[in-house]
């Protein structure tokens, strides 16, 4: 008897796929995700239309298969797409839309991949426009932009940045740490510092206003010190003229 071999049914992922990353390899790594994020999520806080995420899996098969094709970026941002809550970023269920821009950050471990097979993968199969890499360590900075389908490496500019043309942004590094800066040369804030510039900004108002008011008070205590000079004289020249008088001397009189 001859055994029908049933077609291999392939298994399609439920609606809401979780990120299935590994954790970062150091505080830095994380602390550089967690600075990226938070300063583009506060500097675009009126915006609805984009996704930025840190190390989170972007799942891409083409036939919908949760276990195959699928890729973390430690950063990347998706435009033109609605602003919630994701556990993953499923391509096929965000109408094939791939991210805009990534970033890696780099690792002794990771490095190679990044630079040569992800960088591939983002420029043959994702054609993300704008691709960053960053050794938060090392201090390696490196960007790319497609041109014609192929990556062309972004010029730094005098501060030693490099221009996204996707973000409008700035990426460039201060105090060893990769961040977007405005296209006026602004730092883009993290809401942390965001919140100490607004104390500083509370801070030097108060102490203009102290300075303000010793002012008032120095010229309050001038004006008083002439005023009482101007007294003390007054009366001076009252028991000068009353001893003139005692004496019978008419002081309108003298000369």
């Known amino acids: 008897m001859v055994q029908i071999q049933k077609p291999?049914?392939?298994?399609?992922?439920?609606?809401?796929?979780?990120?299935?990353?590994?954790p970062l390899e150091t505080y830095r790594h994380l602390e550089e995700l967690i600075i990226l994020l938070t300063s583009l999520n506060r500097f675009w806080s009126d915006r609805t239309n984009f996704f930025a995420a840190g190390n989170m899996t972007v799942y891409y098969s083409s036939r919908q298969r949760k276990d195959e094709e699928l890729r973390g970026p430690d950063f990347f941002v998706v435009l033109n797409t609605e602003r919630r809550e994701r556990k993953s970023w499923v391509v096929w269920e965000e109408d094939g839309k791939y991210p805009n821009v990534i970033i890696e950050v780099l690792s002794d471990s990771t490095a190679t991949v990044d630079r040569n097979k992800k960088k591939l993968l983002y420029q043959d199969v994702w054609r993300t426009p704008d691709y960053f890499w960053f050794h938060p360590y090392t201090m390696e900075f490196k960007g790319f932009?497609?041109?014609?389908?192929?990556?062309?490496?972004?010029?730094?500019?005098?501060?030693?940045?490099?221009?996204s043309d996707e973000l409008q942004l700035y990426v460039g590094i201060l105090n060893e740490r990769l961040r977007f800066f405005t296209p006026e040369g602004e730092l883009v804030l993290?809401?942390?510092?965001?919140?100490?510039?607004?104390?500083?900004?509370?801070?030097?108002?108060?102490?203009?206003?102290?300075?303000?008011?010793?002012?008032a008070d120095a010229e309050r205590q001038r004006?008083?010190?002439?005023?009482?000079?101007?007294?003390?004289e007054r009366q001076k020249n009252a028991i000068l003229r009353q001893k003139l008088l005692e004496l019978g001397i008419n002081p309108d009189e003298i000369g």
């Open 190 to 215: 993290t809401p942390e510092e965001e919140a100490d510039a607004e104390r500083q900004k509370v801070e030097e108002e108060r102490q203009k206003a102290e300075l303000e008011r010793q002012r």
């Open 145 to 163: 932009t497609l041109v014609h389908g192929k990556y062309v490496e972004i010029p730094l500019n005098e501060q030693s940045w490099l221009w």
């Open 8 to 22: 291999e049914i392939p298994t399609f992922p439920p609606e809401d796929l979780w990120s299935d990353e590994p």
């Open 223 to 232: 004006a008083d010190a002439e005023r009482q000079q101007v007294e003390e």
